[in-house]
Protein backbone atom coordinates (compact mmCIF):
# COMPACT_ATOMS: atom_id res chain seq x y z
CA UNK A 1 0.00 0.00 0.00
CA UNK A 2 2.87 2.23 0.50
CA UNK A 3 4.66 1.79 -2.28
CA UNK A 4 1.57 1.68 -4.59
CA UNK A 5 1.12 5.62 -3.16
CA UNK A 6 4.44 7.18 -2.48
CA UNK A 7 4.78 8.49 -5.79
CA UNK A 8 1.15 9.92 -5.73
CA UNK A 9 1.16 11.55 -2.68
CA UNK A 10 4.72 13.24 -3.68
CA UNK A 11 2.40 15.19 -6.48
CA UNK A 12 -0.39 15.64 -4.58
CA UNK A 13 2.38 17.32 -2.01
CA UNK A 14 3.17 19.66 -4.23
CA UNK A 15 -0.41 20.38 -6.18
CA UNK A 16 -2.03 20.51 -2.81
CA UNK A 17 1.07 23.15 -2.09
CA UNK A 18 -0.78 25.80 -4.94
CA UNK A 19 -4.25 25.61 -3.63
CA UNK A 20 -5.56 28.99 -1.75
CA UNK A 21 -4.40 29.94 1.59
CA UNK A 22 -7.08 31.97 3.81
CA UNK A 23 -4.96 35.15 3.13
CA UNK A 24 -5.84 34.88 -0.84
CA UNK A 25 -9.22 34.40 -0.43
CA UNK A 26 -8.99 37.58 1.68
CA UNK A 27 -6.99 39.47 -0.89
CA UNK A 28 -9.91 38.64 -3.74
CA UNK A 29 -12.60 39.17 -1.76
CA UNK A 30 -11.28 42.29 -0.78
CA UNK A 31 -10.36 43.51 -4.39
CA UNK A 32 -11.84 46.83 -5.46
CA UNK A 33 -13.81 45.56 -8.99
CA UNK A 34 -13.93 42.37 -10.83
CA UNK A 35 -10.81 43.86 -12.86
CA UNK A 36 -9.17 44.47 -9.76
CA UNK A 37 -10.16 40.82 -8.67
CA UNK A 38 -9.30 39.36 -11.89
CA UNK A 39 -5.55 40.81 -11.73
CA UNK A 40 -5.25 39.36 -8.52
CA UNK A 41 -6.14 36.10 -9.81
CA UNK A 42 -3.53 36.25 -12.37
CA UNK A 43 -0.91 36.22 -9.90
CA UNK A 44 -1.85 32.89 -8.32
CA UNK A 45 -1.60 29.34 -9.60
CA UNK A 46 -4.13 29.86 -11.93
CA UNK A 47 -2.06 32.97 -13.57
CA UNK A 48 -0.78 30.35 -16.42
CA UNK A 49 -4.10 29.68 -17.56
CA UNK A 50 -5.46 33.24 -17.94
CA UNK A 51 -2.62 33.60 -19.83
CA UNK A 52 -3.83 31.74 -22.19
CA UNK A 53 -6.88 33.67 -22.92
CA UNK A 54 -7.90 35.74 -25.53
CA UNK A 55 -10.11 37.86 -23.86
CA UNK A 56 -11.22 38.09 -20.05
CA UNK A 57 -15.10 37.42 -19.54
CA UNK A 58 -15.94 35.95 -16.67
CA UNK A 59 -17.20 32.64 -18.51
CA UNK A 60 -13.81 32.37 -20.13
CA UNK A 61 -11.98 32.56 -16.81
CA UNK A 62 -14.42 30.06 -15.41
CA UNK A 63 -14.01 27.66 -18.45
CA UNK A 64 -10.49 28.19 -17.78
CA UNK A 65 -10.42 27.40 -13.77
CA UNK A 66 -12.48 24.62 -15.32
CA UNK A 67 -9.69 22.99 -17.71
CA UNK A 68 -7.28 23.51 -14.84
CA UNK A 69 -9.53 20.79 -12.61
CA UNK A 70 -9.94 18.45 -15.21
CA UNK A 71 -6.02 18.53 -15.84
CA UNK A 72 -5.62 17.68 -12.42
CA UNK A 73 -7.69 14.85 -12.49
CA UNK A 74 -5.84 13.49 -15.56
CA UNK A 75 -2.58 13.82 -13.71
CA UNK A 76 -3.83 12.16 -10.75
CA UNK A 77 -5.05 9.26 -12.83
CA UNK A 78 -2.03 8.95 -14.34
CA UNK A 79 -0.03 8.66 -11.28
CA UNK A 80 -2.34 5.85 -10.26
CA UNK A 81 -2.89 1.86 -10.65
CA UNK A 82 -4.94 -0.63 -10.09
CA UNK A 83 -7.97 -0.53 -8.72
CA UNK A 84 -7.10 3.17 -7.58
CA UNK A 85 -6.74 3.85 -10.54
CA UNK A 86 -9.94 2.54 -12.32
CA UNK A 87 -11.72 4.40 -9.71
CA UNK A 88 -10.41 7.55 -10.29
CA UNK A 89 -11.29 7.19 -14.08
CA UNK A 90 -14.40 6.35 -13.03
CA UNK A 91 -14.97 9.59 -10.40
CA UNK A 92 -13.66 11.73 -13.18
CA UNK A 93 -16.11 10.62 -15.47
CA UNK A 94 -18.21 13.48 -13.68
CA UNK A 95 -16.48 16.34 -15.79
CA UNK A 96 -18.32 14.63 -18.74
CA UNK A 97 -21.16 14.41 -16.51
CA UNK A 98 -21.30 17.97 -15.38
CA UNK A 99 -20.88 19.64 -18.70
CA UNK A 100 -23.51 17.33 -19.98
CA UNK A 101 -26.08 17.88 -17.42
CA UNK A 102 -25.30 21.55 -18.67
CA UNK A 103 -25.72 21.50 -22.12
CA UNK A 104 -28.85 19.58 -21.12
CA UNK A 105 -30.23 22.36 -18.98
CA UNK A 106 -28.95 25.10 -21.22
CA UNK A 107 -31.09 23.20 -24.53
CA UNK A 108 -34.04 22.85 -22.35
CA UNK A 109 -34.23 26.07 -21.07
CA UNK A 110 -32.20 28.54 -22.19
CA UNK A 111 -30.49 29.04 -18.69
CA UNK A 112 -26.54 28.27 -18.54
CA UNK A 113 -26.10 26.00 -15.58
CA UNK A 114 -22.39 25.59 -15.52
CA UNK A 115 -19.10 26.32 -17.64
CA UNK A 116 -19.34 23.99 -20.28
CA UNK A 117 -15.65 22.22 -19.60
CA UNK A 118 -14.26 20.13 -22.50
CA UNK A 119 -12.97 16.36 -21.40
CA UNK A 120 -11.76 13.65 -23.99
CA UNK A 121 -14.37 13.07 -26.72
CA UNK A 122 -16.34 16.09 -25.74
CA UNK A 123 -13.85 18.48 -27.03
CA UNK A 124 -14.21 22.64 -27.59
CA UNK A 125 -15.13 21.46 -31.19
CA UNK A 126 -17.50 18.97 -30.40
CA UNK A 127 -19.39 21.07 -27.38
CA UNK A 128 -19.40 24.06 -30.47
CA UNK A 129 -21.39 22.00 -32.32
CA UNK A 130 -23.47 20.61 -29.74
CA UNK A 131 -24.56 24.47 -28.80
CA UNK A 132 -25.74 24.41 -32.24
CA UNK A 133 -28.42 22.00 -32.15
CA UNK A 134 -32.36 22.94 -32.91
CA UNK A 135 -33.65 21.44 -29.42
CA UNK A 136 -33.06 18.78 -26.90
CA UNK A 137 -34.01 15.50 -28.77
CA UNK A 138 -31.23 16.93 -31.75
CA UNK A 139 -28.63 17.43 -28.55
CA UNK A 140 -29.30 14.08 -26.98
CA UNK A 141 -29.30 12.32 -30.50
CA UNK A 142 -25.58 14.13 -31.15
CA UNK A 143 -24.04 12.49 -27.70
CA UNK A 144 -24.35 9.15 -28.96
CA UNK A 145 -19.92 8.75 -28.31
CA UNK A 146 -21.07 9.28 -24.79
CA UNK A 147 -21.69 6.75 -22.30
CA UNK A 148 -24.30 9.00 -20.89
CA UNK A 149 -26.01 8.94 -24.16
CA UNK A 150 -28.53 5.41 -23.31
CA UNK A 151 -29.71 6.39 -20.09
CA UNK A 152 -30.32 10.14 -21.44
CA UNK A 153 -31.97 8.82 -23.94
CA UNK A 154 -34.14 6.46 -22.17
CA UNK A 155 -35.04 9.02 -19.73
CA UNK A 156 -35.94 11.37 -22.56
CA UNK A 157 -38.16 9.15 -24.25
CA UNK A 158 -40.28 9.34 -20.81
CA UNK A 159 -40.04 13.66 -20.52
CA UNK A 160 -42.46 14.95 -18.98
CA UNK A 161 -40.90 18.82 -19.30
CA UNK A 162 -39.07 18.51 -15.75
CA UNK A 163 -35.36 18.38 -16.22
CA UNK A 164 -34.40 16.83 -13.19
CA UNK A 165 -35.86 13.73 -14.45
CA UNK A 166 -33.23 13.71 -17.13
CA UNK A 167 -30.20 14.98 -14.92
CA UNK A 168 -31.64 12.52 -12.07
CA UNK A 169 -31.00 9.67 -14.54
CA UNK A 170 -27.37 10.68 -15.45
CA UNK A 171 -26.61 11.06 -11.27
CA UNK A 172 -28.00 7.55 -11.06
CA UNK A 173 -26.25 5.86 -13.93
CA UNK A 174 -22.78 7.88 -12.78
CA UNK A 175 -23.27 7.16 -9.27
CA UNK A 176 -23.94 3.28 -10.00
CA UNK A 177 -20.85 2.95 -11.88
CA UNK A 178 -18.74 4.45 -8.94
CA UNK A 179 -20.12 1.72 -6.73
CA UNK A 180 -19.38 -0.56 -8.95
CA UNK A 181 -15.59 0.41 -9.30
CA UNK A 182 -15.80 1.47 -5.64
CA UNK A 183 -16.60 -2.18 -4.40
CA UNK A 184 -13.11 -3.43 -6.00
CA UNK A 185 -11.00 -1.49 -3.51
CA UNK A 186 -9.52 -2.98 -0.42
CA UNK A 187 -8.33 -2.20 3.00
CA UNK A 188 -7.50 1.78 4.11
CA UNK A 189 -8.53 2.64 0.41
CA UNK A 190 -12.08 2.08 1.65
CA UNK A 191 -12.02 5.33 2.95
CA UNK A 192 -13.22 7.11 -0.24
CA UNK A 193 -17.00 4.81 0.62
CA UNK A 194 -17.36 7.91 3.49
CA UNK A 195 -17.00 10.68 0.70
CA UNK A 196 -18.87 9.11 -1.65
CA UNK A 197 -21.35 8.12 0.42
CA UNK A 198 -21.37 11.25 2.41
CA UNK A 199 -22.18 12.91 -1.06
CA UNK A 200 -24.73 10.96 -2.27
CA UNK A 201 -26.77 11.03 1.09
CA UNK A 202 -26.58 15.01 0.71
CA UNK A 203 -28.08 14.66 -2.67
CA UNK A 204 -31.12 12.44 -2.15
CA UNK A 205 -31.65 14.33 1.40
CA UNK A 206 -31.94 17.37 -0.92
CA UNK A 207 -33.95 16.18 -3.64
CA UNK A 208 -36.70 14.22 -1.64
CA UNK A 209 -37.14 17.48 0.61
CA UNK A 210 -37.26 19.95 -2.44
CA UNK A 211 -39.98 17.16 -4.57
CA UNK A 212 -42.36 16.75 -1.32
CA UNK A 213 -45.54 16.81 -3.06
CA UNK A 214 -44.82 14.77 -5.76
CA UNK A 215 -45.45 11.09 -5.27
CA UNK A 216 -43.33 8.83 -3.36
CA UNK A 217 -42.72 6.33 -6.00
CA UNK A 218 -42.22 9.27 -8.30
CA UNK A 219 -39.56 10.51 -6.34
CA UNK A 220 -38.10 7.87 -5.15
CA UNK A 221 -37.08 6.75 -8.88
CA UNK A 222 -34.82 9.64 -9.14
CA UNK A 223 -32.96 9.55 -6.27
CA UNK A 224 -29.36 7.52 -6.06
CA UNK A 225 -30.21 3.51 -5.14
CA UNK A 226 -27.10 3.78 -3.06
CA UNK A 227 -27.12 4.63 0.29
CA UNK A 228 -24.80 5.22 3.14
CA UNK A 229 -26.10 6.45 6.11
CA UNK A 230 -29.46 7.89 5.01
CA UNK A 231 -31.04 4.76 4.17
CA UNK A 232 -34.90 4.94 3.04
CA UNK A 233 -36.78 4.53 6.14
CA UNK A 234 -35.07 8.02 7.20
CA UNK A 235 -35.44 9.56 4.14
CA UNK A 236 -39.34 8.49 3.79
CA UNK A 237 -39.56 10.86 7.00
CA UNK A 238 -38.28 14.35 5.92
CA UNK A 239 -40.58 13.41 2.69
CA UNK A 240 -43.96 12.20 4.62
CA UNK A 241 -43.78 14.78 7.07
CA UNK A 242 -45.70 17.92 7.06
CA UNK A 243 -43.97 20.55 9.57
CA UNK A 244 -40.21 20.83 10.09
CA UNK A 245 -41.18 20.78 13.90
CA UNK A 246 -41.93 16.86 13.00
CA UNK A 247 -39.03 15.94 10.71
CA UNK A 248 -37.19 17.34 14.13
CA UNK A 249 -38.99 14.99 16.66
CA UNK A 250 -39.44 12.22 14.51
CA UNK A 251 -35.23 11.85 12.95
CA UNK A 252 -33.16 9.12 13.73
CA UNK A 253 -29.60 10.27 15.20
CA UNK A 254 -27.27 10.11 12.18
CA UNK A 255 -23.86 12.01 11.88
CA UNK A 256 -25.72 14.94 9.75
CA UNK A 257 -28.25 15.77 12.47
CA UNK A 258 -26.90 18.47 13.12
CA UNK A 259 -26.24 20.37 10.13
CA UNK A 260 -30.47 19.16 8.94
CA UNK A 261 -31.23 20.61 12.18
CA UNK A 262 -30.01 24.04 11.60
CA UNK A 263 -30.25 23.94 7.39
CA UNK A 264 -34.05 23.00 8.14
CA UNK A 265 -34.46 25.85 10.90
CA UNK A 266 -33.10 27.94 8.17
CA UNK A 267 -35.82 26.80 6.04
CA UNK A 268 -38.18 28.04 8.05
CA UNK A 269 -36.77 31.63 7.88
CA UNK A 270 -36.10 31.83 4.22
CA UNK A 271 -38.15 29.03 2.30
CA UNK A 272 -34.65 28.04 0.80
CA UNK A 273 -32.92 24.79 1.31
CA UNK A 274 -29.42 26.61 0.32
CA UNK A 275 -28.86 27.08 3.44
CA UNK A 276 -29.11 23.32 4.43
CA UNK A 277 -26.75 22.18 0.94
CA UNK A 278 -24.16 24.69 2.22
CA UNK A 279 -23.99 23.36 5.40
CA UNK A 280 -23.45 19.09 3.80
CA UNK A 281 -20.50 20.80 1.30
CA UNK A 282 -18.56 22.52 4.86
CA UNK A 283 -19.53 19.14 6.28
CA UNK A 284 -18.08 17.02 3.43
CA UNK A 285 -15.24 19.18 2.58
CA UNK A 286 -13.89 18.80 6.26
CA UNK A 287 -13.91 14.96 5.49
CA UNK A 288 -12.34 15.63 2.71
CA UNK A 289 -9.23 18.07 4.86
CA UNK A 290 -9.51 15.01 7.58
CA UNK A 291 -8.11 12.17 4.63
CA UNK A 292 -4.65 14.18 5.01
CA UNK A 293 -4.49 13.98 8.71
CA UNK A 294 -1.99 10.85 9.83
CA UNK A 295 -1.73 7.61 7.37
CA UNK A 296 -2.16 8.63 3.91
CA UNK A 297 -1.17 6.16 1.95
CA UNK A 298 -4.69 5.13 0.91
CA UNK A 299 -6.87 6.52 -2.43
CA UNK A 300 -8.82 9.03 -0.11
CA UNK A 301 -5.68 11.70 -0.29
CA UNK A 302 -5.83 11.98 -4.21
CA UNK A 303 -9.51 11.91 -4.26
CA UNK A 304 -9.56 14.41 -1.00
CA UNK A 305 -6.97 16.60 -2.80
CA UNK A 306 -9.32 16.83 -6.08
CA UNK A 307 -12.16 18.11 -4.51
CA UNK A 308 -10.58 20.48 -2.58
CA UNK A 309 -9.32 21.79 -6.08
CA UNK A 310 -13.04 21.79 -7.31
CA UNK A 311 -14.54 23.73 -3.49
CA UNK A 312 -11.93 26.17 -4.68
CA UNK A 313 -12.62 27.17 -8.43
CA UNK A 314 -16.20 27.27 -6.99
CA UNK A 315 -15.38 29.89 -4.42
CA UNK A 316 -13.22 31.45 -6.35
CA UNK A 317 -16.22 32.39 -9.62
CA UNK A 318 -18.32 32.70 -6.62
CA UNK A 319 -16.24 35.55 -5.59
CA UNK A 320 -16.04 36.86 -9.28
CA UNK A 321 -19.63 36.60 -10.03
CA UNK A 322 -20.29 38.56 -6.39
CA UNK A 323 -17.69 41.09 -7.50
CA UNK A 324 -19.73 41.08 -11.20
CA UNK A 325 -22.59 42.53 -9.37
CA UNK A 326 -20.97 44.93 -6.45
CA UNK A 327 -21.48 42.51 -3.86
CA UNK A 328 -20.02 43.46 -0.16
CA UNK A 329 -16.91 41.57 1.25
CA UNK A 330 -18.76 40.47 4.06
CA UNK A 331 -21.47 38.91 2.11
CA UNK A 332 -18.95 37.17 -0.28
CA UNK A 333 -16.97 35.33 2.50
CA UNK A 334 -20.05 34.13 4.04
CA UNK A 335 -21.14 32.76 0.70
CA UNK A 336 -17.81 30.49 0.83
CA UNK A 337 -17.24 26.66 2.00
CA UNK A 338 -13.90 26.78 3.21
Not at 18 to 39: D, M
Not at 221 to 231: G, R, S
Not at 272 to 297: A, H, M, Q, T, V
Request: glycine residues 6%.
Amino acid sequence: MVANYAYVNARVGGMRSLLFEESQYKALVESASLEEAINFLKTTAYGKELGKLASISLYDIEVALGRSVVEDYEKIVRSLRGEGKAFAERYAKKCELNTIKALVTLKFGGEKAGALIPYKELSEAVIEKLLEMENLEELIENLRFSEFYPVLKEAFSKFDGKIYTLTSAMDKYYYKKLYQAMKELKGKDKIVEKLVGSEVDAKNLLLVLRLRGLSEEEVWNYLIPYKYKLKDDELRIFFNTTTIEEIISQMPKNPYTDIIINGLKEYEKTSSFLPLELEFEKYILSLNKKCFYGDRFHLGVPMAYLNLKENEVKNIIAILRGKEVNLPPSELMESLIL
